[in-house]
């Protein structure tokens, strides 16, 4: 009788969800023992009762456990409700009720046009605080929603087809959904889903865009989207991304934060189960760890997990955790647990993005090359400078005598022939070649001889500071006064 009053007093304390094994061996060893002193004692009605006593702490912790019959039974938090629900039959509702400690059914009238399994593969709850629950297809366009108790069509959409494997999420009271695949191509998409118009629209995005992929997890924090990592392509996990980027709602741009910290992390962060997200938890499962994000540091806790179960999803409302865990065998079920779930479990931080000495390494390595390259200009300049500075220089005069770089070359074919007949003079005639290159009329002929000397002679004072009458001197040729001759004043004959 000894070890059965020790069993009745420690049987409380352990949980058969996590320790079935141990348990039941107890159990069968202590009413083993209890059994064969019943007989002994000819079925003394003490003893029986002290068997039942030993039966009830089991009875006690099943009422936390729901066990599912579909695998993707919709799990959510119905904020209207103010409880955690359960949808695993078309006909009934499962809640959890607080104060009871236990789950209830509620009749609900589930009015949807497919087969209840295809609702539960193609749909996924979404709600927030102070809205009602949302099935929004997992291709977006169709949305369903609970009201009261019943469920039935609330949009004006169609089946889009476009972002399958997205990330779901709510914001401002709608559901919304990052990337995803469809339609041969995938996404880097915002879609949000208007209550009021009950269609789909896309948020728009500036500038620079992160990759599109499918998988990604989105979380919120304050006035920012955080993204990270997720598959390139439709989720091939052979294709990892590696990137963390932020979308600020205010200037509607994405900005990329850094690498992901694969490394340290030694995962690929993706949406290993298909569900909703809630912003406020940031719980992400894997078969051997839980991961939370801080999105004000940017750090990360890992919660190593046994092997005797694999967590599916976990969301916190308040104090209580609701928890879907396969267990070693095909055995789906849904737990209530208090504040306290987490502490079961060993954890490490770290820095979700790289590491600082990376971080500070890559800037050490730009510092050098930027520093060379400074090294390199001054070189340049230097080097450059030093060229010019032994090249002659470019005098404005050959052997001393100006240029006539701002003369063309019919000016200067003219003031070419003034030089050659400086002593003689110039014919008239003799310009009429520089101008007749097409054959004009006497009378054109004349007007672009007049204009070549009206150019010469206002370019010639200028350059030599000299009056434009006084640029050429005109005097009759002695043979025949009818002839005319030009000379080029003394002053400009003695500077060229």
């Not at 002994?40 to 009762?49: E, G, L, S």
């Not at 701002?406 to 520089?434: C, M, P, T, Y």
Request: charged share 25%.
């Amino acid at each position: 009788m000894l070890e059965l009053g020790l069993f009745i007093l420690i049987s409380p304390f352990f949980k058969i969800g996590e320790n079935r094994r141990s348990t039941i061996l107890l159990f069968l060893f202590t009413a083993f023992k209890f059994v064969i002193s019943t007989f002994v004692a000819k079925y003394r009605m003490k003893q029986f009762t002290l068997f039942l006593l030993c039966l009830s702490p089991l009875f006690a912790f099943s009422q936390k456990r729901l066990n599912l019959v579909h695998q993707k039974a919709f799990a959510f938090y119905d904020y209207q409700k103010a409880a955690f629900c359960v949808l695993d039959d078309s006909s009934f509702i499962w809640k959890y009720n607080v104060l009871g400690g236990n789950w209830e059914k509620e009749q609900i009238d589930l009015c949807i046009d497919m087969p209840f399994a295809k609702f539960l593969d193609e749909f996924v709850p979404m709600s927030e605080k102070g809205t009602p629950v949302y099935f929004v297809n997992t291709g977006c366009g169709v949305v369903y929603m609970k009201r009261n108790m019943r469920v039935e069509r609330h949009d004006h959409s169609f089946y889009h087809k476009n972002q399958f494997g997205g990330a779901y999420f709510m914001d401002e009271g709608e559901p919304r959904i990052y990337g995803g695949y469809g339609l041969f191509t995938s996404k880097n998409i915002i879609t949000r889903y208007d209550t009021i118009e009950r269609e789909w629209f896309m948020l728009d995005a500036k500038d620079l865009l992160p990759p599109t992929g499918a998988g990604n997890i989105i979380q919120k924090y304050k006035e920012s989207y955080y993204l990270f990592d997720g598959f390139r392509g439709n989720a091939n996990p052979n294709h990892p991304l590696e990137s963390v980027w932020k979308y600020d709602l205010k200037t509607k741009k994405w900005s990329n934060l850094g690498k992901f910290n694969r490394e340290k992390l030694g995962l690929v962060l993706g949406t290993g189960f298909s569900g909703f997200q809630i912003h406020e938890n940031g719980f992400f499962c894997y078969p051997q760890m839980i991961l939370t994000v801080n999105f004000k540091t940017m750090r990360y806790r890992k919660y190593f997990v046994n092997s005797t179960g694999l967590y599916q999803n976990i969301q916190k409302v308040g104090d209580l955790y609701l928890v879907r865990k396969a267990s070693s065998s095909p055995t789906r079920f849904i737990e209530i647990s208090d504040g306290h779930f987490l502490d079961q479990f060993e954890y490490e931080e770290g820095d979700l993005l790289v590491t600082k000495e990376s971080s500070k390494s890559f800037l050490g390595v730009m510092l050098i090359l930027s520093i060379l390259v400074l090294i390199l200009l001054v070189y340049l300049f230097r080097h450059t400078r030093l060229t010019l500075s032994k090249s002659p220089k470019r005098s404005s005069a050959k052997d001393g005598k100006p240029n006539l770089e701002e003369f063309n070359n019919a000016e200067r074919a003219l003031i070419q022939l003034l030089i050659v007949h400086r002593e003689k003079g110039l014919e008239i005639s003799h310009i009429n070649d520089l101008v007749n290159f097409d054959q004009p009329s006497m009378d054109t002929l004349k007007k672009r001889r007049e204009l070549l000397l009206k150019d010469v002679r206002y370019k010639l004072a200028t350059k030599f500071k000299i009056p434009q009458e006084d640029v050429f001197v005109e005097r009759r040729m002695e043979t025949d006064k009818r002839m005319k001759l030009l000379f080029l004043h003394a002053q400009i004959l003695s500077k060229i």
